[in-house]
Each structure stands twice: as C-alpha cells, then as structure tokens.
Nanobody
Framework: QVQLVESGGGLAQAGGSLRLSCAASGRTFSSYCMGWFRQAPGNRREFVAAITYSGASTYYGDSVKGRFTISRDNAKNMVYLQMNSLKPEDTAVYYC???????????????????WGQGTQVTVSS
C-alpha cells in the first residue's frame, strides 16, 4: 500500500480558489490511479476527481466539473486538486485515495480505492 498525506486545506471565500496537495510514499506511485473524495458532516463520501497512472485520463464528479482540476507529478509522488470558483457547498473534508485500477465505470466507488489519507478540511464562506 501507499501512504498518503494531504495538505493545502483551509478557509476560502466563495468564488475563491484553493489547491490541495497529496504526498505519496513509496517507489511505485506511478502504479496507482489517484482520486479525491470529500465528505461533509452528515453526508456520504462523495467522489470529486480521479486521474490515471500517467495522467492521460481524468474524471470528475458532476458537482465540480469545470471548476476543479486534478493533476499529478509522478517524479515528485504528488497529486493535486486545483479548486476554483469555490462554493459554500464545497465545504467538506477532502481525502486523497489510491487505487491499483480504476475505470470510468467504477471511478466514483470509494470501495475501489485501497489507500486513504487522513483528510484536510476545506471551508468556503459565503
């Protein structure tokens, strides 16, 4: 398994931007597809975005399409989530996750991801 540590969360105003980072340990980072999920109090964990091994393919949840961008740097063992045009409903704990394999059909299923970070809080004020 790969160890994941998120950073970059904090407080932002509606319409603003934040960039989340996820640092992964281990030499096999490029063997994992990476994803971001989020969970607000009282809500189920929600798929945000995912990216395949080399970054050739990306996937987004409907609520963030056009506003969020996922990227990765395999040389640095990092994955990023650039969040623009933030809304109060984006407030949640954001989790980085790793999976040996994802496809379009299963990319949003949290159970398909093998490793998880501890999460980072994002709060968007109106």
């Amino acid at each position: 398994q790969v160890q994941l540590v998120e950073s970059g969360g904090g407080l932002a105003q509606a319409g603003g931007s934040l960039r989340l980072s996820c640092a992964a340990s281990g030499r096999t980072f490029s063997s994992y597809c990476m994803g971001w999920f989020r969970q607000a109090p009282g809500n189920r964990r929600e798929f945000v975005a995912a990216i395949t091994y080399s970054g050739a393919s990306t996937y987004y949840g409907d609520s963030v399409k056009g506003r969020f961008t996922i990227s990765r740097d395999n040389a640095k063992n990092m994955v990023y989530l650039q969040m623009n045009s933030l809304k109060p409903e984006d407030t949640a704990v954001y989790y980085c996750a790793a999976s040996i394999f994802i496809s379009r059909e299963i990319v949003d299923i949290s159970g398909r991801y093998d490793s998880w970070g501890q999460g980072t809080q994002v709060t968007v004020s109106s």
